[in-house]
């Protein structure tokens, strides 16, 4: 067990939907990274957070959107979903930029 | 730019022989590599790492990898292969220097351990 906490574990949208995952970070790390896992390939970076500011973002569309709460927990966000926004995504916590991540086991969309 | 292309999709070996998973990466500085496994229903697991201080890096459940610049490789292997060693392996570069928590991923191997 990493300490990493995901809620929902499972989320079914339909297109158009908006939708809210959540992350509990490790006690201590104060940076939450995400990412987008679809079928059959590696994880792709959508965005880090440090400190409650965005720290970093890969190729995703501004309809991706994140917050990090003063607790260090974060939020992604996908607005107008799409049938390919159906992935497994992935939070990873860590301290600083400290290169070990510690990752949750994620919450698996289903957006038809 | 940074990247790591995993050489085979699916690796089957026998319970008792010898792992090897093959990872090429291109980086225009001296990489931070790892590997990753993601067991089913299960997250990621770093497996090891290596950031220049020794070539061949050891890590864990009796893996290691070996660093060689010339061929540009950072492969992985393990003596013996166990029924637990079955899962999703990742090779994985840092996007940028000195910035963790920013991973380019492979696209991964499925290792299936025949008892």
Known sequence: ?112 | AQSVTQLDSHVSVSEGTPVLLRCNYSSSYSPSLFWYVQHPNKGLQLLLKYTSAATLVKGINGFEAEFKKSETSFHLTKPSAHMSDAAEYFCVVSAFYNQGGKLIFGQGTELSVKP
């Open chain 1, 1 to 112: 067990e990493t300490g990493v906490t995901q809620s929902p574990t499972h989320l079914i949208k339909t297109r158009g939907q908006q939708v809210t995952l959540r992350c509990s970070s490790q006690s201590g790390h104060n940076t939450v990274s995400w990412y987008q896992q679809a079928l059959g390939q590696g994880p792709q970076f959508i965005f880090q957070y440090y400190r409650e500011e965005e720290n970093g973002r890969g190729n995703f569309p501004p309809r991706f959107s994140g917050l990090q709460f003063p607790n260090y927990s974060s939020e992604l966000n996908v607005n107008a979903l799409e049938l390919d926004d159906s992935a497994l995504y992935l939070c990873a916590s860590s301290l600083g930029t400290e290169e070990k991540l510690f990752f949750g086991s994620g919450t698996q969309l289903s957006v038809l």
